[in-house]
Nanobody, 129 residues
Framework: EVQVVESGGGSVQAGGSLRLSCTTSGFSFDDSDMGWYRQAPGNECNLVSAISTHDRTYYADSVKGRFTISLEGKNTVYLQMDSLKPEDTAVYYC????????????????????????WGQGTQVTVSS
């Protein structure tokens, strides 16, 4: 059974940091690139960051230099978020897709919900000014 579970969300003030974690079971990172999408109320669902099975990374322009994606072992992916801004407030979803590499993932989809297969249920990040 495939499971994708996020943790680490919360509330911080602008300029603060959070680290999101995503633990998977039922598949390994040998089989799939990993990434994070986010969606704020009234906005579309956007790809924030991704990492390939060869450790190549992607970052949306809005988070470059502030967020870092990394893998630990074969089942955990992190998103370190520094210098957080109020506009980073959103629900963050851990995502995988064994059928296509992250380079082929859409950078924007209409909605993150309902979560797709190989996606988690989301974790809330709130940044206050």
């Amino acid at each position: 059974e495939v499971q994708v579970v996020e943790s680490g969300g919360g509330s911080v003030q602008a300029g603060g940091s959070l680290r999101l974690s995503c633990t998977t079971s039922g598949f390994s990172f040998d089989d799939s690139d990993m990434g994070w999408y986010r969606q704020a109320p009234g906005n579309e669902c956007n790809l924030v960051s991704a990492i390939s099975t060869h450790d190549r990374t992607y970052y949306a322009d809005s988070v470059k230099g502030r967020f870092t994606i990394s893998l630990e072992g074969k089942n955990t992916v992190y998103l370190q978020m520094d210098s957080l801004k109020p506009e980073d407030t959103a629900v963050y979803y851990c995502a995988a897709d064994p059928k296509q590499p992250a380079i082929a993932w859409p950078t924007t989809v209409l909605s993150c919900t309902p979560p797709r297969q190989y996606w988690g249920q989301g974790t809330q990040v709130t940044v206050s000014s």
